[in-house]
């Protein structure tokens, strides 16, 4: 396989639920990031993992649980949501994390997350 | 702080016809500037980008942009506009130690 795949496509829940989103990059690349892509508003960054360390969290509610055990690997825990946290949930990857990349990104296809 | 804008939210052109998509950033010092496409249900994907030298630069599909530092824009141009370039389209740009700003996004949509 090859560039950034994410799993699942669509995710259907309930606002008790636990889910998880997976992220996976081929690239050899050292960040990876979360976006969150609501209808009408601007893609929003959520969090930035740099050698698997954090390095920026957007304020995002602890409602999101992100979590990089490798380079290669970004999970998004997903635990009691709201009904407005439907949306397309996008990773990324970039050669030279964060801040120090060069600005190019490579996403995954989203994952189309509906909390009911 | 990086701005990137994005006039017209939603474009629409007759198929055949001149693709035109604006973006305006605000940076003190030249910024690298992307655009990237995104089809429906589907991620992000890079058109073309400008970092240094050349300020037009050719992507793929056969868009172009050109890079204008005294007017601080980076537009998007197509010469001719096929139903398969129907999607949104983002601007973004990026300075050294800064992270990569998105503009807001621009639908265009292709008339048979």
């Known amino acids: 396989e090859t560039g950034v795949t994410q799993t699942p496509r669509h995710l259907v829940m309930g606002m008790t639920n636990k889910k998880s989103l997976k992220c996976e990059q081929h690239?050899?690349?050292?960040?990876m990031y979360w976006y969150k892509q609501s209808a009408k508003k601007p893609l929003e960054l959520m969090f930035v993992y740099n050698f698997k360390e954090q390095t920026e969290n957007n304020s995002v509610p602890s409602r999101f649980s992100p979590e990089c055990p490798n380079s290669s690997h970004l999970f998004l825990h997903l635990h009691t949501l709201q009904p407005e946290d439907s949306a397309l949930y996008l990773c990324a990857s970039s050669q030279g994390g964060g801040r120090a990349n060069t600005g190019e990104l490579f996403f995954g296809e989203g994952s189309r997350l509906t909390v009911l | 702080a990086q701005s990137v804008t994005q006039l017209g939210s939603h474009v629409s052109v007759s198929e055949g016809a001149l693709v035109l998509l604006r973006c305006n950033y605000s940076?003190?010092?030249?910024?690298?500037l992307f655009w990237y496409v995104q089809y429906p249900n589907q991620g992000l994907q890079l058109l073309l980008k400008y970092t240094t030298g050349a300020t037009l630069v050719k992507g793929i599909n056969g868009f172009e942009a050109e890079f204008k530092k005294s007017e601080t824009s980076f537009h998007l141009t197509k010469p001719s506009a096929h139903m398969s370039d129907a999607a949104e389209y983002f601007c973004?740009?990026?300075?050294?130690?800064?992270?990569?700003?998105f503009g807001g996004g621009t639908r265009l949509m292709v008339k048979p």
């Open positions: 973004a740009s990026h300075n050294a130690g800064n992270m990569l700003t």
């Open positions: 940076s003190s010092v030249p910024p690298y």
């Open positions: 690239l050899g690349h050292n960040a």
